[in-house]
Structures are given as C-alpha cells and as structure tokens.
C-alpha cells in the first residue's frame, strides 16, 4: 500500500551537523559534533533516536560524537573506507565504508560519495591516523529531493561534474575561511553546481572561521540563488516540488 510522504525536515545543529527527518520517515544525521559544539543548542546535544549517519571525515568537529551516538542508538554509519575500519576496530557492528565515486542505497535512500579537497585523520592515543580520503554526499531521499553534503573542502573544477551527474537542488557548503573555503569560494562552487539554494554551514564557531552568510548573500543573490541561513536547532522544511 502506497504510503503518503511529508517533506523533509532538516536542523542545522551548529558547525557543519545536521539532523534530518527524511519524507519517509527515516531520521539521519550527518557529521556529527554536538556535546562539545559551542553551536548545538542544549536540547539537541542528545540523540535519542536514529536510523542512519553519514560521516564525511575523520575530525573531531565532524565525529567527535560517532561512536557513542552509534552505540546508543545502533545507527547505521557511512563513512570512507580507512575510516569506516577504524569504527570497526572501536566496536561499531553497523558500519559501511564507501569510497569516491560509489553509490549505494540505504534506508530508501541513495547515497553517492563524491570529493573533497580536504584532509582527513582522527587522533587515536594522542596520536593522528589516517582516516582515508575527505568527501562530501550527495543524497536522493524518497521524494526524489537532491542534497550535496560538501563536507570540509575547498572549491574545486569538479564540482560541476557533481552538479551535471547527480543534479541536487540544494547544497550545504562550507564557507568559514581558514579551514575550508570562504564566501568567494562557496559563490563559485554553487554557480559550477548550478544550484539554486544553498545552505552556508562551518562558520562562526571559532575565531578563525570569519566567513559569514551576509557575505555569500551579497555575492550570490544577484545571480537568483538563494541563502538558507538556518538558526541552530530550528527545523527546516523541503518539499521536492517547491524546491
């Protein structure tokens, strides 16, 4: 029996994690930092339930709640390969590595791999390991409804291979400055995209991170795209054929 999906929902919890209530249901959550991430909101720095997380990078600001995220709720993790055997090697059982380029379905869910220009370790005994490449995910949820996870990257020519190969309606792209690109980079990426709406993330949360989404505003507006500034903890609602 054919059942009826409600649009997505989509939380920025601060920095570059995100909580989503997929149309059918299903609950994801990318990259997650949330009991140290001085932008999480309180009541959302426990996840009681969840179906899914997709892990772009092995830094703490992306990972650091993982393992015990994974183990309370026995979520299913997507992450690169080098990383996904350390999960392996810390206890996770539900656990799938990916590598650039793949695709896979997951949960009514299609989920490809794709670049990053970034690095990737996870200290492990006060000591850096490799964690295998950076990438981002572009996912198609149940309604059809493309979104690019940029993950850490900078700007690279790539990018519109991404947009004419896999087509997504939005993206969430860093634009903090320092460590991944900033608001000049960011306007590049969604015009080699070719997208139309894109959500600034990885920005505000240290001193270094400078960037800001009055700046991506300034610089891509003119061009008929529009900023999704989201408020940490404050849901966002997608329905694929408004978007």
Same mark, same amino acid.
């Given at each position: 029996?054919?059942?009826?999906?409600?649009?997505?929902?989509?939380?920025?919890?601060?920095?570059?994690?995100?909580?989503?209530?997929?149309?059918?249901?299903?609950?994801?959550?990318?990259?997650?930092?949330?009991?140290?991430?001085?932008?999480?909101?309180?009541?959302?720095?426990?996840?009681?339930?969840?179906?899914?997380?997709?892990?772009?990078?092995?830094?703490?600001?992306?990972?650091?709640?993982?393992?015990?995220?994974?183990?309370?709720?026995?979520?299913?993790?997507?992450?690169?390969?080098?990383?996904?055997?350390?999960?392996?090697?810390?206890?996770?059982?539900?656990?799938?590595?990916?590598?650039?380029?793949?695709?896979?379905? +997951?949960?009514?869910?299609?989920?490809?791999?794709?670049?990053?220009?970034?690095?990737?370790?996870?200290?492990?005994?006060?000591?850096?390991?490799?964690?295998? +490449?950076?990438?981002?995910?572009?996912?198609?949820?149940?309604?059809?409804?493309?979104?690019?996870?940029?993950?850490?990257?900078?700007?690279?020519?790539?990018?519109?291979?991404?947009?004419?190969?896999?087509?997504?309606?939005?993206?969430?792209?860093?634009?903090?400055?320092?460590?991944?690109?900033?608001?000049?980079?960011?306007?590049?990426?969604?015009?080699?995209?070719?997208?139309?709406?894109?959500?600034?993330?990885?920005?505000?949360?240290?001193?270094?991170?400078?960037?800001?989404?009055?700046?991506?505003?300034?610089?891509?507006?003119?061009?008929?795209?529009?900023?999704?500034?989201?408020?940490?903890?404050?849901?966002?609602?997608?329905?694929?054929?408004?978007?």
């Amino acid at each position: 029996m054919f059942e009826p999906m409600t649009p997505l929902s989509l939380t920025w919890l601060g920095h570059a994690t995100f909580f989503i209530v997929s149309p059918a249901g299903k609950r994801i959550l990318v990259d997650p930092w949330l009991a140290t991430n001085p932008a999480c909101p309180p009541s959302a720095k426990k996840i009681a339930a969840l179906d899914l997380m997709l892990v772009t990078h092995g830094h703490d600001d992306h990972m650091a709640d993982a393992i015990s995220i994974a183990r309370a709720t026995g979520a299913r993790v997507i992450a690169p390969h080098e990383l996904s055997l350390w999960f392996t090697q810390k206890g996770l059982q539900q656990v799938t590595g990916m590598n650039l380029g793949g695709t896979l379905s +997951a949960l009514g869910l299609t989920i490809t791999m794709v670049k990053a220009e970034h690095s990737s370790s996870v200290i492990d005994e006060g000591r850096p390991v490799y964690a295998g +490449a950076a990438s981002g995910f572009v996912v198609r949820f149940e309604n059809d409804l493309r979104i690019y996870f940029a993950g850490d990257t900078a700007v690279f020519s790539d990018m519109r291979l991404i947009g004419e190969l896999y087509r997504p309606s939005i993206a969430v792209l860093p634009i903090g400055n320092t460590l991944t690109m900033g608001p000049e980079e960011a306007a590049k990426a969604c015009e080699l995209l070719g997208v139309r709406q894109v959500i600034p993330m990885h920005y505000g949360t240290s001193p270094r991170l400078t960037g800001t989404p009055a700046q991506l505003r300034e610089l891509v507006e003119p061009r008929g795209i529009e900023v999704l500034e989201q408020r940490a903890g404050e849901p966002a609602v997608f329905d694929a054929v408004t978007v």
